[in-house]
């Protein structure tokens, strides 16, 4: 099952950060969430992941600045070097049980679901 990954709408870009929020794509199966990020002009070396039991945050530096020169009612030229997104995730999961795969622009993040425990009746 896809899942949207925003609630809210937020915008695209930080100007003050000069960063991009990366195009994401969140699955959820039985056992885990999957998140995927775009990360294009990134090196595996420069992405940090952190995960809570409901939040991933991806963070990354770019090999090279991007720059647009026109774009929007602004029509200004912006430098944007790095990406950064926080999600919501729909289920609670074991951050000790991710695994994360980075190939050709493209990061596969896979949460664990967390399964509660059993209560044995004495």
């Given at each position: 099952m896809i899942i949207m990954a925003e609630e809210n709408y937020t915008p695209s870009w930080d100007i003050g950060r000069r960063c991009l929020n990366p195009l994401i794509e969140l699955r959820e199966t039985e056992d885990e969430v999957i998140v995927t990020a775009d990360l294009p002009c990134v090196d595996k070396e420069n992405i940090e992941i952190t995960a809570e039991e409901k939040t991933l945050t991806i963070k990354a530096e770019m090999r090279k600045?991007?720059?647009?020169?026109?774009?929007?009612?602004?029509?200004?030229?912006?430098?944007?070097?790095?990406?950064?997104?926080?999600?919501s995730l729909p289920a609670i999961v074991d951050t000790d049980e991710a695994e994360a795969t980075f190939k050709r622009g493209i990061l596969?993040?896979?949460?664990?679901?967390?399964?509660?425990s059993k209560i044995k009746i004495q």
């Amino acid at each position: 099952m896809i899942i949207m990954a925003e609630e809210n709408y937020t915008p695209s870009w930080d100007i003050g950060r000069r960063c991009l929020n990366p195009l994401i794509e969140l699955r959820e199966t039985e056992d885990e969430v999957i998140v995927t990020a775009d990360l294009p002009c990134v090196d595996k070396e420069n992405i940090e992941i952190t995960a809570e039991e409901k939040t991933l945050t991806i963070k990354a530096e770019m090999r090279k600045d991007i720059q647009f020169k026109s774009w929007g009612g602004a029509h200004r030229k912006v430098r944007f070097n790095s990406f950064r997104r926080r999600v919501s995730l729909p289920a609670i999961v074991d951050t000790d049980e991710a695994e994360a795969t980075f190939k050709r622009g493209i990061l596969e993040v896979r949460l664990r679901k967390r399964k509660g425990s059993k209560i044995k009746i004495q």
